[in-house]
């Protein structure tokens, strides 16, 4: 049994409390704001799975319509998959305490998954459309506007990895995006939140976790191996993974290798000097001693297979 917290310590993590909060109001602030994810008058569908993220998505939506200088409505959104054992009485009574406008959509994906996929094989794949098509359609019904999903940072850098790996393709999630059929406006508030303070946060608000038991079963899949591999590089470089969610939103297409993204075929030296053309030959334009930890960190990356 933990011992009573003192006042001291109940005062500072109260500060660390409101420190964590007036974080991540701020980088949802700040996503939304960079990528004009929410207008005057839009209907916000936010997509509560009952994981943590999906949460705290909420928490801070609920937070900045308060506070915002326009008005926008929210709605949540559940799609019950039919999961054997899945609590469905969590979040309705969840919701109904915190007095948000809500629905929960009925869908037996479980069983169309479970037949199709076959046993021990990805089922994420299928599911995720499955998914995205109910979401869509429920969308409409309700007349959302927007529909904001849970992914943060990590989910983007992760998607990176994953896209350059398995898929030979530079690729992740944007923050903001039109949907499938071409009707809906996709967002993702957490995009500049970090999964560790969305797991403290969690911890701290207390939130009725419900595990997804689908994925769950699966402990080999890519995306853990990548989060994993990440979570790493993170602990031994600090700043790496930032720096590559940075970069994200800094390409240089002259750069890298796409025909269809720059003219290739079409450039001529024209005389005029380029501050982007070729520095290959030139010195890192960063420290020695960050070179050297690159190296070494590229010689000891993990084979994922």
Known sequence: MNAPLTARQARREVFESNKLAKRLRREVGQAIAD??????????????????????????????????????????VNLDQKQPGFPAHILPAYLTELGVAFHIEDQDTYSIVKRVIPEGKTTCSLCSRLRRGVLYRVASELGATKIALGHHRDDIVQTLFLNLFFGSKLKTMPPKLVSDDGRHIVIRPLAYCR???????????QYPIIPCDLCGSQPNLQRQQVKEMLRDWDKRYPGRVNNLFRGLANV?????????????????????????????????????????????????LPVIN
């Open 35 to 76: 990528y004009a994810m929410i207008e005057a008058g839009d209907k916000v569908m936010v997509c509560l799975s009952g994981g943590k993220d999906s949460y705290a998505m909420l928490d801070v939506l609920l937070y900045l319509r308060e506070h915002a200088p326009i008005e926008f409505e929210i709605i949540a």
């Open 195 to 205: 999964e560790t303070d969305l797991e403290l946060w969690a911890t701290q608000r």
């Open 252 to 300: 240089v297409p002259s750069h890298l290798l796409d025909t269809d993204l720059y003219d290739f075929r079409g450039l001529v030296a024209d005389g005029v000097a380029n501050p982007d053309g070729d520095l290959g030959f030139d010195p890192p334009s960063f420290p020695a001693a960050v070179s050297e930890n690159v190296l070494q960190s590229l010689q000891a």
